[in-house]
Nanobody, 121 residues
Framework: VQLQASGGGLVQAGDSLRLSCAAS????????MGWFRQAPGEERAFVAG??????SYRDSVKGRFTISRDNARNMVSLQMNSLKPEDTAVYYC?????????????????WGQGTQVTVSS
């Protein structure tokens, strides 16, 4: 599975961004899809994930971020509203075959190249 993330950019606090991840190869609908982020000097951290049966979010983005998937187009998106400076990071999409929605990045098998999101105060 190849993943291509896009949609990052430089925005001000309170603005919105929509990240997209296009997948090719494999059976997209069978994968758990996740978004992770990594700020400088920090470990890669779970942001949101989605399966056919539901979704999950880290506490700090609940109510502001929404993950969605389009199995017909092999795409997963992350709508980010009310962005804060602490959301600044490189965002990665990932695909995995584990049950449920793992928060451990080691449980995902495929990764996109990352897209930078910078939120200024």
């Amino acid at each position: 599975v190849q993943l291509q993330a896009s949609g990052g950019g430089l925005v001000q606090a309170g603005d919105s961004l929509r990240l997209s991840c296009a997948a090719s190869g494999g059976t997209f609908s069978s994968y758990t899809m996740g978004w992770f982020r990594q700020a400088p000097g920090e470990e890669r951290a779970f942001v949101a994930g989605i399966t056919w049966s539901g979704d999950s979010y880290r506490d700090s983005v609940k109510g502001r971020f929404t993950i969605s998937r389009d199995n017909a187009r092999n795409m997963v998106s992350l709508q980010m509203n009310s962005l804060k400076p602490e959301d600044t990071a490189v965002y990665y999409c990932a695909a995995g075959r584990s049950l449920g929605i793992p928060r451990n990045p080691g449980m995902y098998d495929y990764w996109g190249q990352g897209t930078q999101v910078t939120v200024s105060s």
